[in-house]
């Protein structure tokens, strides 16, 4: 092998990235191109289109800073975008490249690639759904026009009240505390002391002030914010949960009072 075959199937590997896949899964495939096992350093071809991947992922930063941060931080960014690589560009092919739309498909592809049960995984899988739900929401504020929150309906609820909520919440529970480890992305890149742990948090809009709200949620109150679909009853929840009705006035009457929450009139039956 010359210079120029070497040089010239480099760039063609890097070019496509499921080419190269298929080389580092199977090297035999070289001879196809005329080359034998070992005159590429495929591993190092590998890295450098991890980091070319990473470097035309530049403008997802804005959503996700402290994500990447994270992910160069733990080791682990070359390798999540060296197997990114193959169906981006895939995605580039089809036009699909508006900074949007790339956030959008870098976190569907972290989501699946990262495994929740290694730690170093867990924390990025966490600040990346904490990053993006407030991103979201920061839209949504953004994008309204003197907008003014819902009138809260009457209280106390009862049985027949069917919640809705006010603004836009998006829930998740998370295995460490995002807040936390944004903190520690920001100033000290040490997680090893960091210990998992139940944490259901609540990044709620209320329609119409300018920041989003972060609530700590317990495991009720994440349960039950989790069925109001604005169409349900309370007493149509309790039977879910195979409790009283009167179990769950209170709790709503509480979110209520916060303002998450509004009650809207039992829809009559068809």
Known sequence: MNARQAHRWMAAGLADPALLARWRRDPESLREVGLSPGDLDLDALWRFAGLSEKVKHNGCRTHLQLTFRLLNKLGIEIDAFAEYAASAAERRRRGRISVDERTEALAGFLDGWL???????????????????????????????????????????????????NGELLLHEMSFDPRIVAERVRHDPTFSDLRRGAVRLGYWW??????????????????LLELVDGATSIGSMAARLSTHADRLVAPFADLAELGLVRFEEPRPCA
């Open 206 to 223: 209320d329609g119409a002030a300018r920041e989003p709200r972060l609530l700590d949620l317990d495991e009720l109150g994440a349960c």
């Open 115 to 165: 495994d929740p049960e290694l730690d170093a995984h867990a924390l990025v899988l966490d600040l990346l759904r904490h990053e993006l739900a407030i991103a979201r929401l920061r839209e949504l504020a953004a994008s309204a026009v003197d907008a003014a929150a819902p009138a809260p309906g009457p209280t106390p609820p009862s049985a027949s009240s069917v919640p809705a909520i």
